[in-house]
């Protein structure tokens, strides 16, 4: 079972930050927190991952709280393009098996409007 | 090629053939996932490699599934006496497998199967 909790579904203007949350209760020491995220009919696409610290890349922002029960996911403008599903996923360090197997909840349904 | 590649893009096949579906992991990655997505649904594990073993098969959902992995390189998905409910979308994913920290997962674009 998916260890991530995210709103089924949230609304963001375009050009405007859109913040998806994600409650991770109960991750463990040793586990990240990844974004993915999928348009219609294309395969999942990485986003961003951290353990403790925020991140930042060219796609997204991701913050963390200090006691890492939960995230946001910050797209800082928002285009029509960024319509997806995004998905929080806790993943273990410890591969091998299922352990460093991705397991995906529902996600968020973002739809960014004009 | 620079991502993960998988054929064929697209399959219909007659209820009770055997299919096989290609994936091509991006060029060093020595682990390798198979997930399937049924319409309008989430995404299903359903088997990892290591290399050529596969330590993992407890998501495959019956023996008509199997899959193989030669060479630590290119994986075959098989299905065997398909079914209707065998369709779906089917999604190769891999990354480097070390124990390094934050070893990204990267999926390729999926082979979308319909059962007719």
């Known amino acids: 079972d998916a260890k991530t909790t995210q709103p089924t579904s949230m609304d963001c203007a375009e050009g405007r930050a859109a913040n998806l949350p994600c409650n991770h209760s109960?991750?463990?020491?040793?586990?990240?927190v990844y974004w993915y995220r999928q348009i219609h009919s294309q395969g999942p696409q990485y986003i961003i991952h951290?353990?403790?610290n925020n991140e930042t890349n060219e796609m997204a922002s991701l913050i963390i709280t200090e006691d890492r029960k939960s995230s946001t996911l910050i797209l800082p403008h928002a285009t029509l393009r960024d319509t997806a599903v995004y998905y929080c996923i806790v993943r273990g360090m410890n591969y091998g098996g299922s352990q460093g197997n991705l397991i995906f909840g529902k996600g968020t349904k973002l739809s960014v409007k004009p | 090629g620079a991502g993960v590649s998988q054929s064929p893009s697209n399959k219909v096949t007659e209820k009770g053939k055997d299919v096989e579906l290609r994936c091509d992991p991006i060029?060093?990655?020595?682990?390798l996932y198979w997930y399937r997505q049924s319409l309008g649904q989430g995404l299903e594990f359903l088997i990892y490699?290591?290399?050529?073993?596969?330590?993992?098969k407890s998501g495959l959902p019956s023996d008509r599934f199997s899959a193989e992995r030669t060479g630590g390189s290119v994986s075959t998905l098989t299905i065997q006496r398909t079914q209707q409910e065998d369709s779906a979308v089917y999604l190769c994913?891999?990354?480097?497998?070390?124990?390094?920290?934050?070893?990204?997962?990267?999926f390729g674009e999926g082979s979308w199967l319909t059962v007719v």
């Open positions: 490699f290591q290399g050529n073993s596969a330590p993992d």
């Open positions: 994913a891999s990354s480097l497998g070390t124990r390094l920290s934050g070893n990204t997962i990267y």
């Open positions: 060029s060093g990655h020595t682990a």
């Open positions: 109960t991750i463990s020491g040793n586990e990240y």
């Open positions: 951290g353990l403790k």
